[in-house]
């Protein structure tokens, strides 16, 4: 069974920094292009960026409201997807999700406030 | 990028009748491989999202056949044939051919 993990959520400073983690199993993990996708409260979904396979040259590409300050990545040794946000805003307030389009995690949350 | 609108934004609807909600794209979906990668999802109250349909009409294993897709070009629809107590929530269409990916503002099922 698919399982997608996320972790790594909590309150931070506008400017600060975070890491989230999303942790796989169930599938072939080096072999998924995964997405994070975000929702800010009791808004819609929002793109945020990709990650390509390793054979596929692992190409990121990002939505434009994060483009230059978060960073995708991925740890195919622990199925493991990260993502790393810097220089974080308010508008950046909400639930993170990684997905690979067919299963999503259950999303962690991520407040930006002083 | 590309924009996805969807219609109505919110829908009243009767255990047991059925349920259409539209989606436009502002840009032809047709991908240069020939597919058309339009994706619906449905998210319950409290949940995270779950894809229900993908390339307009294809249901994903676990989704009930009650929900069918059709449409092409720019033009597509998500329907349900009978509408039960579970299928309350936010329904999003999104297009998966253009970068970046984008999808519509969400329609609000109610019963």
């Known amino acids: 069974e698919v399982h997608l993990v996320e972790s790594g959520g909590g309150l931070v400073k506008p400017g600060g920094s975070l890491r989230l983690s999303c942790a796989a199993s169930g599938f072939s993990f080096s072999g998924a292009w995964m997405t994070w996708v975000r929702q800010a409260p009791g808004k819609g979904l929002e793109w945020v960026g990709r990650?390509?396979?390793?054979?596929?040259?692992?190409?990121?590409d990002y939505a434009a409201p994060v483009e230059g300050r978060f960073t995708i990545s991925r740890d195919d040794s622990e199925n493991t997807l990260y993502l790393q946000m810097n220089s974080l805003k308010t508008e950046d307030t909400g639930i993170y999700y990684c997905?690979?389009?067919?299963?999503w995690g259950q999303g962690t949350l991520v407040t930006v406030s002083s | 990028d590309v924009v996805m609108t969807q219609s109505p934004l919110s829908l009243s609807v009767t255990l047991g009748e059925p349920a259409s909600i539209s989606c436009r794209s502002s840009?032809?979906?047709?991908?240069?491989?020939?597919?058309?990668?339009l994706n619906w999802f449905q998210q319950r109250p409290g949940q995270s999202p779950r894809r229900l349909i993908y390339?307009?009409?294809n249901r994903d294993s676990g989704a009930p056949d009650k929900f069918s897709g059709s449409g092409s070009g720019t033009d597509f629809t998500l329907k349900i044939s009978r509408v039960e107590a579970e299928d309350v929530g936010v329904y999003y269409c999104?297009?998966?051919?253009?970068?970046?990916?984008?999808f519509g503002q969400g329609t609000r099922v109610e019963i």
């Open positions: 840009q032809d979906l047709v991908h240069s491989d020939g597919n058309i990668y």
């Open positions: 390339k307009i009409s």
């Open positions: 990650i390509k396979t390793k054979i596929d040259g692992e190409t990121t």
């Open positions: 997905t690979k389009w067919d299963h």
């Open positions: 999104m297009q998966g051919t253009h970068w970046p990916r984008t």
